[in-house]
């Protein structure tokens, strides 16, 4: 079998591409190439410059010892350690950027590199709180959702269906029962509850820097509340803990023994009359006989006809002392009238008073001053005095917005301790051997 | 056949009452939601007339609603949402309990909220009936926004209302709509004015947070601002339309450094100068200015009026433009805040120091300055061309409504009082007894008539009784010039000529006298229903004005002894 070697040889598969065309020439230039790129060029081609060095200083004469050489030489070179980082090839690296972290770009880490870009030698960063960032443009951002875009007072009125025709009530009766139907607010949603204006107008003692006499007007304001306060204190203790005497503890025990022994003689007396009584004996039903009855009955009669004749006569009296009905009819009425205007004046004062909404009344809150020692005049040292809080909260229950209502409570719910049942030492204690804590 | 018998309060009174309880039961609605709704629709508890009835004929005070208003609460889509909410809770407490804290979180992220737009619309019909429950809702709101994050309650509120009041506060200095300021030891009182409706509110004094727990409910008063917000966001809307501004505001920060601009992102860079109060915001339309002048109405009947609304709307246009041209710089101890709100309403340039808040337009060493604020004793480096000034000499220049000299407000001198000008200025000095000094403080030109002037009281009466000697030789010729005059006008009337006219004079003690007639005539007319209303008023007044006359007596008489004690002992 001899294969004579063909002129010219397919090169339709890449098989036979790799077999038959001889790329020796290519490769070896490549080959030549990289060991250049390695080594560098070589001799023949490098340039007169490249190879040799133009001494350009003189002859020194200084003579260097070879020790000496060599010590240079190793002050010049890297030092030995460090030859591990050097690249080993004249290569440049496919990938020139170095493996890079990849973290969260925060808020803060992008304002730092901008930052950095524009800061000048020797200025340093601000530091930033990163978590203080974040909870801020968090806030932020809820914050913006929160828009006011719409006029409100512009949109169409309630209840409102497309025929013009139909007048309130009709349109309302066709509406009931969809979802587009909304109850007309009663009046007292409109009205205010209270004559009362929300801000009440400052005393003009309550400036920081105030008048005298309208200082001395609110300390005497002041004065009569405590005044007040003081008085139904005082009235308080003597009607309760003023009422009863102080007795030792001796005297208390003696007065304790004779309160409970009350009552024990006397059983005692009772015991010896050795009779039973009963507290509550058995009712009879006693009979009355016919006598009886008949008496009872003429006694009724009599007194019935006695009051008849009384009558008749008070009748025939009446008319003569009809001055006298009227007169009492005309005082009756006056009295209405008097109660009537009464009851009217009594409104008219307590129109601006709290109402009765609740168990607990309404309490004022104290009035707020600066005693005269405190009042600096002066803006930057002022003495701050009262709460707007308070005052809101106390004007709200004034104007019969708010129920008075208790303080708010501060206790917590106690804790009932208990152990748990897996933690419970009480095994150790049995029948046999009670006494083991 | 008897009627059907009518049950007791199912009519009247007792049907009309319900107990809080029963409102409880009627909605399903439990206590905290219950108040919570009240709140946000506006319903209030209710006095009865007749507490026995009302109560069906139960003892103790119950709180009772109007049962016509549970109704209308019955009806509110809120309800479901607050039911919903319930739920949601549930949901929330379950998932944290059992520690599946991913979907706790989930949960927590569709947190339901109020839809209160409505509400505002339905409580409030008209833009003018929520400017004139605006009190409270700023007082609230401006309280708030000083509060820091606090347990229980939503941290965004805190923020929300403390945009919304600075947006309020630009919009009162757009419109310079400021009409009084008082500082009490509680806090700053505004007064404003807009569309004729006076909004009064107060800020609390600017120091650190005083944690406040135990004296009120917080929460209560939280659901309050969470109405109050919306309510507010709604008006400044309006306000801001109406004013021809954007809203949310907008600010042009084309001056800012670049720095500033790298270090804070857009938005926190606009806020922080929209809190500062000191840039104008921009406007839809170029502005034009435009001068509101009163219509004259040529009424004699009311001239008088007119006269007082001309001279009020002079004042105001004053007090708009008080501090026009004039340039502030605020130290860094004063409060900023009040001081730049109250001085830009009326139309003054402010800055302040550079490092102190954002928004400052120039420093200190700037010769243009007028003014500087400061409140500590002494000042080191002064400069010449302007006046060092404290604090209350611009408050009590808006509440006198000009400029005020400025001597007595200088540095470490002893301020004169801050007077509250809310109290009635215009008080008849007839009716109350007003102490000369304060007349004095009130209106320094007024010139005290009774004291001062004694020495010169005796040429006065002097001069008078001349007057009067004259005037009465005056009158008896004047009659005959009269009659003399009247003589020859008959003659005249026969020749018939034109002669010059004289202007009629007016004789003031004969007007006065017709007035008086007039006025008697018209008390005649006061109703039988009133008139004993009316007397007792009119006596009233005279019992006043007799006692402002016995203690000015009294003062004089002490005086006049004084003086001649006085007298006495020089001599």
Known sequence: ?437 | MVAKRKKKFTSGEGARYITRQGALKKLQLSLKDFRRLCILKGIYPREPRNRNKAQKGRSGIKTLYHSKDILFLMQEPIIWKLRDMKVFFRKVAKAKTTKEFGQMHRLLKQHPKLKLDNIVKERYPTYIDALRDLDDCLTLCFLFSTFPSLEHINHEQFALCRRLTIEFMHAVIESKALRKVFISIKGYYYQVEIKGVTITWIVPHQFGYQPQRGEVDFKIMSTFVEFYIIMLGFVNYRLYNSLNLFYPPKLSIRNVPEIEKKLVNKEALTSERIAGLNLPLHNTVLHTEEEVELDEFPLESSSEEMAEAKKEGEEMNKLKTLFKGLKFFLNREVPRESLVFVIRCCSGEVSWDKLLFVGSTFDEDDETITYQIVDRPIVDKQFISRYYVQPQWVYDCINARELLPVNKYFIGEVLPPHLSPFVDKDRDSYQQYIPPEEVLLRNPNVKLADNDMEEDEGLEKEAEGEEKEESDDEDEPDELKDETVEKLQQNAKKKLSVKTGEVEKEDPWKKHKLEKQEYRLREKMVKNKHRRLYKSMMEGKKKRSKEVWLLKKKRRLIEEKEKAARKGKTN
């Open chain 1, 1 to 437: 079998m001899n294969a004579h070697k063909k002129k010219r040889q397919s090169k339709k598969s890449k098989l036979s591409w790799r077999k038959h065309v001889d790329i020796s020439d290519v490769e070896h230039f490549f080959e030549d190439k990289w060991l250049q790129e390695r080594l560098g060029k070589p001799a023949s081609e490098k340039a007169n410059d490249e190879l040799f060095l133009v001494d350009t200083t003189p002859n020194a004469k200084k003579i260097v010892t070879s020790k000496q050489k060599r010590r240079l030489l190793l002050k010049e070179r890297l030092p030995k350690c460090f030859s591990i980082l050097q690249p080993h090839t004249a290569v440049p690296a496919p990938i020139s950027k170095k493996n890079q972290l990849k973290g969260k770009s925060t808020f803060a880490s992008i304002i730092e590199k901008k930052l950095l870009k524009h800061l000048k030698k020797g200025d340093t960063l601000p530091i930033y709180n990163r978590a203080k960032v974040r909870r801020l443009n968090k806030l932020k951002s809820k914050q913006r959702n929160v828009t006011f875009n719409s006029n409100v007072w512009n949109c169409e009125a309630l209840n409102q269906v497309d025929g013009e025709w139909m007048n309130d009530d009709t349109k309302r009766h066709t509406l009931h029962g969809t979802s587009k139907y909304r109850k007309i607010a009663p009046h007292s949603v409109h009205s205010k509850p209270t004559l009362l204006p929300s801000i009440e107008v400052p005393h003009p003692g309550t400036s920081y820097n105030p008048n005298f006499e309208d200082h001395r007007m609110l300390l005497k304001e002041a004065a009569k509340r405590e005044e007040k306060v003081i008085k139904e204190e005082r009235h308080l203790d003597r009607v309760t803990t003023g009422m009863f005497s102080k007795v030792t503890v001796s005297e208390r025990d003696d007065n304790w023994l004779v309160e409970m022994s009350q009552g024990l003689e006397d059983e005692d007396a009772n015991n010896s009359d050795s009779e039973y009584k009963s507290i509550n004996p058995p009712v009879k039903n006693k009979k009355k006989d016919l006598k009886q009855r008949r008496k009872h009955r003429e006694h009724n009669k009599m007194l019935n006809a006695i009051r008849m004749i009384k009558k008749t006569k008070k009748k025939i009296t009446d008319i003569h002392n009809l001055k006298n009905v009227m007169k009492d009819i005309q005082q009756k009425s006056n009295k209405t009238e008097m109660l009537k205007l009464k009851r009217l004046k009594k409104k008219e004062y307590t129109r601006n008073e709290p109402k009765r909404l609740a168990r607990r009344k309404f309490e004022e809150s104290e009035i707020e001053f600066n005693a005269p020692q405190d009042i600096s005049g002066n803006l930057r040292t002022l003495k701050r005095e009262g709460s707007v809080l308070m005052d809101r909260f106390k004007s709200f229950e004034r104007r019969n917005i708010l129920r008075p209502s208790s303080k708010h409570n501060l206790k917590k719910g106690k804790f009932k301790k208990f152990t748990k049942s897996d933690h419970k030492d009480d095994w150790k204690t049995t029948v046999a051997r009670p006494n083991i804590s």
